[in-house]
């Protein structure tokens, strides 16, 4: 069977979608073919195992009746051309490409049969097997038939994807709504999202707040609360509120194309591990047809007739296919990328992933990864008799809410969460590296570091410095100190977890931040990290990297992507956390799509998972074949044992089975 994996032209979402459902019903109905195929070929098999003089003479019976072996040779063609018609098909492929694979094997093994037996039937001397024919072909037929639904399983995932997006989206064009198709969509117009539906196309909310549900692109699963200005993501499902959006992105821009080409790219670099496989089965097939030919010649040699040296040498042919390395290898990979998909990490290097199993050392960029990334007012007092503190911070906003820096943006949201007036203030201007300053109700007020009160010589208590890891800023009234406010950036909470994870996996961690000594200090001794890199500038983190790997460290870094980037093209394995909507990390292997560090620890752990499958399923798969070939060939002849083809198929069959069952498994890992 050949496996079309999917390729996507990068046409309009729905052309993408016709071609990916086209695929599937490809594959649908060659499965249904199959289907039908083994219960026809089971149906015929019967009677031709009745009909075998050897299982009557088993059974102690004896149903010849005149012609008998006609019957049996007519229900046998049936068999061999229709039951064995994928196989004679795919032969032919095979040779087409000069790449003799398991269909060669197959369909030598059932014609070598078929031929012998026909020519039994028709005058040449000696037993026929026909029942093993039959049996053969339905046992392989079943065999494909399981390989193809659980291949078909694997797929399923990007299926799923794809169908996330509506059909189609409500316009909004002045006082009207028009449904129109999702093609024709374009970025800038106005959609309307109603209660329960899915979101369309990536956007920006302009009226109306909701909870919108993320959890199939993002892995989180707590509905994600969006209101004015706030991204939504194509595909995630509101829900009860309504929301009107302005369109960014459409089709193959979207968030969810980019994850679904992702996902494909994936499924598509071939693994280290493939190639593996592939090798193995060129060489089995190798092996099978020298073997079989050696057990022609050796029988014939040590003086057994042609019959029996032939039924030796066709065993060997038939035993000898294996189909479990066939399906070993790429169950897993397309499993582990679908898994890892829903779980919001994005594969985009297969041979990264694998490799994440080697990661000693993990450098984060602090920021956004192992704190929160926003600094939140922690605490803030009034320093001056009969001045409220809120007012306080009231002054200090109204000179903070221009300002786009995190310090400012940090007050101004306590402020709003207080619901603080802000008093008007005018001739506002910044005191470089220093703060700011303005007039608000004609007091000259300051927003400055304790930098300056430091160079000013302004006095002010100790107990205003609080811990290390915060970050404060007095407010100034006509130069006198009048309160203080301490922001601080908090470690997440899933961190700690994480860096336990690490430890348990003897994984050091270490933190690159631009933030000062004092801050990175903190976090580290806080989390327990193996070392911390402050105040760092982008282009350093590489020369960390590089010293890490100079020690013989195998180095992950995790960073945003876009001021990391030279460092997570040095690191062994880069990972880059998105906010999500940056699918397109284009140096890293792995994106992230939640900012959480449990989520690097999945990955590892996940990666170890992915490996040890595609080991155990390769070994069980060639193992099979060592066992099997010298039996079929008669090794234990003389303690009166050889393989029959028949059992060697239900032990293909059943090796089979085993590795599907064992790549299905992965499933639980991330559980």
């Not at 996330?164 to 129109?180: K, L, Q, W």
């Not at 040699?301 to 019959?307: E, N």
Request: neutral net charge; glycine residues 8%; charged residues 20%.
């Amino acid at each position: 069977m050949k496996k079309n994996h999917h390729h996507h032209e990068n046409n309009t979402h729905h052309g993408a979608d016709k071609k990916h459902e086209g695929h599937h019903d490809h594959h649908r109905m060659m499965i249904a073919d199959f289907r039908k195929r083994f219960w026809i070929s089971l149906a015929l098999s019967l009677p031709i195992v009745l009909l075998s003089p050897m299982i009557q003479q088993w059974l102690g019976m004896n149903w010849q009746f005149t012609g008998s072996r006609y019957v049996l040779f007519a229900l046998s063609c049936i068999v061999y051309f229709y039951g064995g018609w994928p196989f004679l098909r795919g032969l032919f492929d095979e040779l087409k490409d000069r790449s003799p694979g398991m269909m060669a094997l197959i369909a030598m093994a059932i014609s070598v049969a078929f031929f012998y037996s026909a020519a039994t039937t028709f005058g040449l001397p000696g037993k026929s097997f026909y029942w093993e024919l039959a049996t053969l072909i339905v046992i392989m037929l079943l065999g494909h038939w399981i390989e193809m639904r659980s291949v078909l399983g694997a797929s399923k995932a990007l299926e799923l994807l794809v169908s996330m997006m509506p059909a189609e989206a409500h316009r909004v064009e002045g006082a009207d709504v028009v449904d129109i198709s999702l093609e024709d969509l374009n970025a800038g117009d106005t959609i309307l999202v109603k209660p329960g539906e899915k979101v369309p196309a990536d956007g920006i909310v302009i009226e109306g707040e909701s909870y919108l549900n993320e959890s199939m692109l993002t892995g989180e699963s707590t509905p994600v609360k969006k209101a004015l200005d706030q991204k939504v993501i194509g595909g995630s499902l509101n829900g009860n509120g309504s929301l009107k959006v302005k369109v960014e992105h459409t089709g193959k821009d979207s968030y969810l194309n980019k994850v679904i080409t992702m996902v494909q790219e994936a499924q598509q670099t071939k693994s280290k591990m493939q190639n593996l496989s592939n090798r193995a089965a060129k060489w089995l097939t190798y092996i099978a047809l020298t073997a079989g030919v050696a057990a022609l010649f050796i029988w014939l040699a040590l003086g057994h007739d042609f019959v029996y040296a032939l039924e030796r040498m066709v065993t060997v042919m038939v035993i000898s296919c294996p189909h479990a390395l066939g399906l070993a290898i790429p169950l897993v990979v397309a499993i582990s990328t679908s898994v890892s998909a829903r779980n919001g990490l994005l594969i985009r290097n297969r041979t990264a992933f694998e490799q994440s199993r080697k990661i000693t050392a993990l450098v984060f960029d602090k920021t956004g990864t192992l704190t929160k990334g926003e600094f939140g007012v922690a605490r803030y007092e009034s320093l001056q008799e009969g001045l409220d503190k809120d007012e306080m911070l009231g002054l200090a906003g109204a000179l903070e809410r221009e300002s786009e820096h995190p310090i400012a943006v940090g007050i101004v949201q306590k402020i709003k969460s207080l619901g603080i007036e802000l008093p008007p203030a005018e001739n506002f201007q910044a005191i470089t590296g220093k703060g700011v300053q303005a007039k608000v109700k004609g007091k000259n007020i300051k927003v400055v570091s304790p930098g300056y009160l430091r160079e000013e010589k302004i006095e002010v208590s100790e107990n205003a410095f609080g811990s290390k890891a915060e970050t404060v800023v007095f407010v100034l009234i006509d130069e006198k100190p009048a309160g203080f406010i301490a922001l601080a950036d908090a470690v997440r909470p899933e961190s700690s977890e994480a860096i336990k994870t690490f430890r348990n996996n003897q994984i050091k961690v270490f933190m690159a931040t631009g933030d000062n000594e004092r801050v990175a200090k903190a976090v580290s001794e806080e989390l327990g990290l193996d070392g911390y890199y402050a105040e760092i500038l982008p282009h350093e983190k590489v020369e960390i990297v590089k010293k890490l790997q100079a020690r013989g460290e195998f180095v992950a870094m995790t960073g945003d992507g876009v001021n990391d980037a030279p460092a997570l093209a040095q690191a062994d394995v880069g990972i880059a956390v998105g906010s999500g909507t940056d699918v397109a990390a284009e140096t890293a292997d792995i994106i992230l799509v939640n900012s959480n560090p449990k989520d690097i620890a999945k990955l590892i752990l996940f990666g170890k998972a992915t490996y040890r499958k595609m080991i155990q399923n390769l070994a069980w798969a060639t193992a099979y074949n060592v066992v099997a070939i010298p039996l079929a060939m008669g090794a234990l002849y003389f303690a009166g044992f050889v393989l029959s083809p028949a059992v060697g198929a239900v032990l293909m069959s059943l090796s089979t089975v085993i590795v599907a069952v064992n790549a299905q498994l992965l499933r639980k890992v991330l559980d």
